[in-house]
């Protein structure tokens, strides 16, 4: 019945008011006792009585610690910060390879959380440690002042990183085990189970009695331990005298196993009968024991006798009128007291976070009642401060990645993504409102030549004074892009003469009459310019952009510094086009001029072939040996990429599979794969029939998709991959950074690797901006858990730079160009030497 009063007709504050009620009238009873008949009968028993009250607070502040280191660590469990930051340390902490960079930034919040939490439970100590029982973070007290330190590595070695509360950056300096902190978690409890007992362990160190909490730190599903945590308070020999102090007798702490006779327990009730007061000629004299994990320690309390007559004396008179007064005193002001410090309080909080569950992290106002409510409350905004501040460097971190993605890091110019965009919505205003835009197509003669022989260097700063020089002739409404190299297009919308655009031309063309100073280099460059009228030279974006390239190209013919309409004209260029579309059309059937080509993926970390990328190549009978540049997008055009993807999918597994068997071991092959033949084929059939047929292991086979792809029809996008990915079959998105980065959407995509494009490492490590976007992909990759290639590596410092990235995979002429079946096997086999 008592226990259904309390739970169901109180409240807390009715709750706590019974409780100090009964208490107060407890002690107050107990009290009275004590000096009408206990003190009168014997002083020896008053003496134990008193020297019991101090055992008695020293137990009671032992179980009150208990109780606040329990309640200390149960954050723990409902931290979800720390928690992800457990799960990121257990997935990705490497000794020896330790990433400084993601790790390290991660335990310093960690140890800043600890801190925090450690300051406002008023404890000593605190340590994390992770899922394989090793210490992450920690935070110790030495005198008023906290130390935050927090476990790195460098070369698979231990290396601590230590700040005080005040000071603010992290030191290094050599680990050394603390005395009170083991590098290593003790279990004094099983991994396996919820720990609800039992998380208290007591220990004897350095003069003082150490009592930590102890509790796991479980996943989501609560069935396996993520890590540990431990927090500790000290009950020293400050804490001794400041008892002795208070209770005018001396108490000392100590392991000297000459007490063991005159001990009795400390915790039991029956070490509490069983309590021996030895009296000498001065002294009342009490020793009571406790163990810990250090053995047994000893309590020893000592009253002089003198004193005790003395102050029961005098005291004697005043007690009982002292006592009536309080007792009045303090049940009227209950009420108000409980209401006031517990009641409001309480529900001011709870409306401080009820703001934050709002997603408003506007400050609250703060309570102000000089105990621990008045630092929740504080932490409440400290909170809300953090959250807010954690959202607005994620937006503003997606901000930047599109930036990146529509945009060239070189010049600042458009890309040729954000250039479509531009040109499509251009030709939807003019189609609705009759006019007229022109795309123009500007290249730079022999370009080439003066990257060959004066470098890239000179060749990027080339490129960037002549976008400046060319922004100066254009108008603000005017588009200017790069599309690669040295190759740009300009959208000039709402034009109402062809004169208007031979205008524009005039001008850029005067603009390069002027020579270009580079590094105290004068360089001569002339441009070439092709232009495509909407909606006479094409009415879609594809149409416009094909017919400016031929009229550029028509204007190359014709010599430097010179600009070509498209025109039908152009008809003999169109002729040799559907030539070059009969010839691929007549070699689709049997197939016997396409021929494939193998370039090896060397692992970073065996410095071995574990991969090889399967590229098509044509030695047409009437055009001779063609690149791939020029007749994949004839092919996807015309969509006979769908029976030569085909082909290409089972001769390359055809030819993995015989490598194999001839015990030439690799572990995938790679197949690039049109976003033609995945929309428009039956692709996951396709491949189910390839399997079959070439004994290929679903497993060794990987297809790189395109961003493009991805772009067109998202949802039918991912229906079709996960497909694929049900298949056990990788998937790797080509050239990634280069066209569609949404971050929200890779997130969803069943891929497991990401090819950094060439174009990213050309020029790094120089170039700070394709640093920067190499690590945001990089880092991007491992936290969501993808492998990474990086294409198109070239040099030593590339290779290194990439190594000391984490890439997984290098693919470059810096170990090989594409090579045919039989120079392949040699390739591999000169590594095994």
């Known amino acids: 019945m008592i226990r259904h009063l309390f739970s169901k007709k109180l409240s807390l504050s009715a709750k706590l008011s019974l409780i100090i009620v009964s208490l107060m009238f407890f002690i107050f009873a107990l009290i009275g006792f004590y000096f009408d008949s206990f003190l009168k009968e014997n002083y020896l028993q008053e003496t134990k009585k008193r020297v019991l009250h101090g055992f008695e607070r020293i137990a009671l502040n032992i179980k009150t610690k208990e109780k606040e280191l329990i309640t200390g660590i149960s954050f723990a469990q409902t931290d979800e910060l720390l928690k992800a930051s457990l799960d990121l340390i257990n997935k990705y902490e490497e000794k020896n390879n330790y990433n400084h960079l993601l790790l390290d930034e991660e335990k310093k919040s960690i140890a800043k959380n600890l801190l925090d939490k450690v300051k406002h439970s008023f404890n000593d100590d605190i340590a994390l440690y992770g899922a394989n029982e090793e210490l992450i973070a920690y935070v110790t ?23 005080d509360e005040n000071d603010t950056e992290f030191v290094q300096r050599a680990y050394i085990e603390e005395n009170t902190i083991a590098f290593r978690h003790a279990a004094f409890y099983k991994n396996n189970e919820m720990l609800q007992e039992d998380t208290v362990s007591h220990h004897f160190l350095k003069n003082s009695l ?62 509490v009968k069983q309590l021996f007061v030895k009296k000498t000629d001065t ?28 102050k029961f004396e005098e005291n004697r008179k005043k007690f009982f009128i002292i006592l009536l007064f309080l007792m009045v005193a303090m049940l009227l002001a209950l009420r108000t007291i409980v209401k006031k410090a517990l009641q409001k309080p309480l529900e001011l909080l709870m409306k401080q976070i009820e703001k934050i569950a709002q997603r408003d992290y506007t400050p609250s106002k703060v309570l102000y009642s000089g105990d621990e409510l008045e630092v929740i409350s504080k932490s409440v905004n400290t909170l809300a401060t953090t959250v807010s501040k954690r959202e607005s460097e994620l937006k503003a971190s997606e901000e930047n990645l599109f930036y990146l993605s529509n945009h060239d890091t070189l010049t600042g110019l458009p890309n040729r993504r954000f250039f479509t965009q531009r040109l499509e919505h251009a030709i939807k205003i003019a189609r609705r409102n009759s006019s007229k835009a022109a795309v123009l197509m500007l290249d730079l003669d022999e370009f080439k030549e003066i990257n060959d022989s004066m470098g890239h260097d000179v060749g990027d700063k080339l490129l960037q004074s002549v976008t400046q020089r060319v922004l100066e002739n254009l108008r603000s409404v005017d588009t200017f892009a790069r599309i690669g190299g040295d190759e740009f297009y300009i959208l000039i919308e709402q034009i109402s003469n062809i004169k208007d655009i031979q205008s524009v031309i005039e001008k850029i063309l005067e603009g390069f009459r002027d020579s270009f100073h580079v590094d105290d280099t004068e360089l001569k460059v002339t441009a070439s310019i092709g232009i495509a009228i909407y909606p006479e030279n094409g009415e879609d974006a594809l149409s416009l952009i094909k017919n400016v390239d031929l009229a550029m190209y028509k204007s190359k013919s014709k010599g430097k510094n010179s600009f070509s309409f498209f025109s039908q004209n152009l008809s003999q260029e169109l002729h040799e086009r559907m030539e ?103 692709m996951v059939q396709t491949l189910r029939k390839v399997i079959e047929k070439t004994g290929i292991k679903a497993q060794q086979l990987e297809l790189e998709i395109t961003e493009s792809y991805i772009a067109t029809n998202q ?9 694929i990915q049900a298949m056990e079959i990788g998937l790797a998105i ?93 390739f591999i086999q000169e590594e095994k030497r």
């Not at 007290?141 to 070369?155: C, L, P, Q, V, W």
């Not at 009342?284 to 000893?298: C, D, F």
């Not at 072939?609 to 994949?632: D, H, M, N, Q, Y």
């Not at 068997?661 to 690799?666: A, H, N, P, V, Y």
């Open 210 to 271: 150490i009592i930590k909490g102890h509790n796991n730190i479980y996943e989501e599903n609560k069935t396996k331990v993520a890590g540990h945590i431990e927090m500790a308070s000290r009950l020293d020999a400050a804490y001794f005298a400041t008892l002795s102090e208070n209770l005018n007798m001396q108490i000392t702490i100590n392991n000297d196993v000459n007490n063991t006779s005159d001990a009795t327990p400390l915790m039991y009730p029956e070490g």
């Open 141 to 163: 007290k030495e005198d008023t002042h906290y130390t935050m330190h927090f476990i790195s590595y460098e070369n698979a070695q231990r290396v601590l990183y230590s700040k």
């Open 734 to 826: 080509d050239d990634f950074g280069t066209g569609y980065s949404s971050l929200s959407y890779l997130q969803k995509l069943p891929i497991s690797r990401l090819k950094i494009d060439k174009s990213f490492v050309d020029h790094i490590p120089e170039k700070q901006e394709d640093v920067a976007i190499v690590k945001v992909i990089l880092a991007l990759a491992k936290t969501l858990g993808l492998l990474v290639t990086a294409e198109g590596v070239q040099t030593q410092e590339q290779l290194a730079f990439l190594e000391g990235q984490d890439c997984d995979e290098i693919q470059g002429y810096y170990y090989s160009k594409p090579l045919g079946i039989e120079a392949l096997k040699k």
């Open 283 to 310: 002294h009342y004299r009490a020793v009571m024991s406790m163990q810990t994990r250090q053995g047994e320690i000893y309590f020893v309390a000592m009253l002089e006798q003198s004193l005790l007559q003395t």
């Open 580 to 682: 070059w579309i009969a010839a691929l059309k007549q070699s689709v059937k049997t197939f016997d001029e396409f021929f494939l080509e193998f370039q090896p993926k060397v692992s970073c970390l065996s410095k071995k072939t574990v991969s090889v990328e399967a590229l098509v190549r044509w030695r047409s009978e009437k055009f001779g040996l063609l690149s791939p540049l020029k007749f994949i997008p004839l092919a996807e055009e015309t969509k006979i990429i769908i029976d030569l993807g085909a082909w290409i999918l089972e001769e390359a597994c055809s030819n993995f599979v015989q490598l194999q068997k001839e015990g030439f071991i690799l572990e995938q092959i790679s197949v690039n794969v049109s976003s033609i033949q995945l929309k428009d084929s039956d």
């Open 715 to 723: 949802s039918r996008a991912l229906q079709t991959l996960r497909e």
